[in-house]
């Protein structure tokens, strides 16, 4: 069996194909470039070839999505190219998690996937993930599986475009770790404030997490998301796993057919 995972974010699709619980391709797509059903369905096919996969290898379809306005193209899209069964994770599917958020219809899907992800790589451990994308978001495991909630802030992107669209003289930058703290030139104190700023906003929260939930017990910080990469020398987590969303998805999938 083979199993497509797609993850509609703000700013990119991330997908992969499972052969099992191996994951054998792995593609990313710009999400304002998604078009028609048409469009993105022949970057489908394309990508699948690439990796020499057949479409008739497909047995299911499982999408996760924060962008309602796609959430039509994209099925769609399955339903003329793949033409595989169709799994949208949304509220009320099985997660094997026990989702405590007050109102659980408001948790992200992606959110969500990352979280049975987590669970089933580290069963039995008290979970904090971070997951770094256009929003940079928290969110706290037990090891009971009790989903509890967690933080979102503006992710470096968002944070860089927001200067450059309220301000005069501020300027797009690239997203990259600093070489020092001091900015020496406003782009480089652009670069020096975003990633700073981030790190020292991730810290706090993780620290009153580990406090305030899980009461300094042993707790497990997993990172993810595109930008997770550039801090994995600052001692932020104790594993990057970035492919968490999709290994998230796949499982939840197998809960859907038990």
Known sequence: ?????????????????FDQDHLVARFRYATHLIGTADQFGIFLVNILQINNIKLEDISATAVSSVVP????????????????????????????????????NEVGADRIANA????????NKNLIIVDMGTATTLDAITKRRDYLGGAILPGMRLGMESLR???????????????????????ESIQTGLYYGQLGALKEIILGMKHEVFHAEPTLIIGTGGFSQLFKEKALFDVILPDLVLQGLCKAYEYSTQ
Request: charged share 20%.
């Open 1 to 17: 069996m083979m199993l497509l995972g797609l993850d509609i974010g703000n700013t990119h699709i991330l997908g992969g194909v």
């Open 69 to 104: 306005s796609c959430d039509y193209t994209i099925r769609h899209t399955i339903s003329l190219y793949i033409k595989s069964p169709y799994f949208m994770l949304r509220a009320g599917v099985k997660t094997g998690l026990n989702i405590k958020y007050k109102n659980p």
């Open 116 to 123: 049975i992800g987590a669970v089933n790589a580290f069963p």
């Open 165 to 187: 669209t309220n301000t005069a003289k501020l300027m797009e930058v690239d997203i990259e770790k600093p070489s020092t703290y001091i900015g020496r030139t406003t782009r």
